[in-house]
């Protein structure tokens, strides 16, 4: 199956003031999505999602431009050898970060197109079903006040989801918001704690975040994530070793080598990467391995459009370490609306997907309608009246 052209299709929507999301930086203005297209001999076509996109989504059509050149006429069924070509060409620049994330849109957009030409879901090239179904969480919580994030764990629960994680703001309030949190979830559902520092302007300290698990593992977290920078394994082994509390991280990491680094160093007790980040299917299946050998869950994280709710969720089908799949739970124009069959969440799980390929479909109404612009709202916007701790340890 001949490739025949790559596009690159960027989205954009601001929520409207009501909507922005906090975090511990600052604000979540709107959503910004870098999707790729690629296209075959026949008429078939595969999407793909660079997670980064979200961040410099002007940076992203240049890259993929420049990648593409090298899979025109290319068999898309070589999804490996195309993956390898890929990152052998780019390894003298891109052996972290950027590269990576356009590297693995290309890699899911073939999976996906593959699938479509075999008339069968993703999750069936990557070894057909390893759980009969994924369990999963919402991903939201994006608030100061224990109201608000009542409200959504309640909405969370009525459309079957029994686990529900919120991001800490303020690290004085740990304690009580996730005692009323617990409270009102009950002792069966599952409450997962967000510090948010991998992106954080500025970290807490050490002596902050031992702080804030003291506070919280009264409660009974299920994992706590990202208490540290992303490139502070040490941090993240030391408090490891010093509570009580399943400690999760590595959502930014891009390569084998920094997931090695958080399994090695013993510095998670839950490993999260991201296909939209890490090299696509085709690496996020290595790190999995690693992870599988050292006795480590793997929860995918997923904190973009369609294709990267999907893309996790058909690789957590199909990978053996997978525990949860993390669903995101801040509304978006261009995720569910993409789908071509809802999601079945049943008991706090995910039925496979029944459509072929990823079981996305991106229309022209969609793409006009949400067509990005300089202006649009970026996942992330620092805030410098947003109080920050010092750093020191």
């Not at 025949?4 to 979540?28: K, M, S, V």
């Not at 990576?100 to 290309?106: D, E, F, G, R």
């Not at 902050?208 to 082994?237: G, M």
């Not at 480590?296 to 370490?321: E, K, R, T």
Request: charged share 20%.
């Amino acid at each position: 199956m001949q490739i025949t052209g790559i596009e690159t299709i960027l989205l954009g929507n601001d929520f409207p003031p009501d909507q922005i999301q906090r975090w511990n930086g600052g604000a979540i203005r709107g959503w910004t999505a870098a999707l790729i297209r690629i296209h075959a001999k026949g008429g078939l076509s595969g999407l793909g999602e660079a997670y980064f996109g979200g961040f410099v989504p002007q940076m992203i059509p240049p890259a993929v431009a420049d990648l593409g050149k090298l899979l025109m006429g290319e068999d898309a069924f070589r999804i490996g050898y195309l993956w390898r070509k890929l990152n052998h060409v780019t390894r003298f620049w891109n052996r972290h970060g950027f590269g990576k994330s356009v590297i693995a849109a290309i890699d899911i957009a073939l999976y996906d197109l593959v699938a479509k030409a075999l008339h069968v879901p993703v999750y069936q090239l990557l070894g057909g079903l390893c759980h009969p179904r994924m369990r999963t969480y919402a991903s939201g919580g994006c608030s100061e006040s224990l109201d608000v994030l009542i409200a959504e764990l309640r909405r969370a629960r009525e459309a079957g989801f029994r686990a529900f994680k919120w991001r800490l703001i303020d690290p004085s309030q740990a304690g009580p918001l996730m005692a009323g949190l617990r409270e009102e979830a009950g002792p069966e559902f599952d409450l997962m704690v967000d510090l948010v520092q991998g992106s954080a302007p500025q970290p807490w300290s050490r002596s902050t975040v031992l702080e804030v698990v003291r506070a919280i593992e009264p409660y009974r977290p299920y994992f706590l994530e990202e208490p540290f920078a992303i490139d502070d394994k040490d941090s993240y082994r030391e408090l490891r070793s010093r509570v009580n509390c399943a400690i999760a991280g590595g959502e930014g990491v891009s390569s084998l080598e920094e997931a090695r680094a958080f399994l090695q160093n013993r510095a998670v007790d839950v490993l999260q990467p991201d296909v939209t980040i890490a090299g696509g299917l085709t690496l996020c299946r290595s790190m999995a391995s690693l992870a599988l050998a050292e006795h480590v869950d793997v929860v995918m994280h997923s904190w973009g459009a369609a294709v990267s709710q999907m893309a996790n969720l058909h690789f957590s089908l199909a990978n053996p370490s997978s525990t949860l799949v993390e669903y995101c739970y801040v509304p978006s124009a261009f995720r569910e609306d993409l789908f071509t069959e809802p999601l079945q969440i049943v008991n706090g799980a995910i039925e496979p997907p029944r459509a072929e390929g990823l079981g996305i479909e991106l229309s022209d109404d969609v793409i006009n309608r949400y067509s990005y612009h300089a202006s649009a709202g970026h996942q992330f916007h620092w805030d410098e009246q947003q109080p920050v701790l010092a750093a020191q340890n």
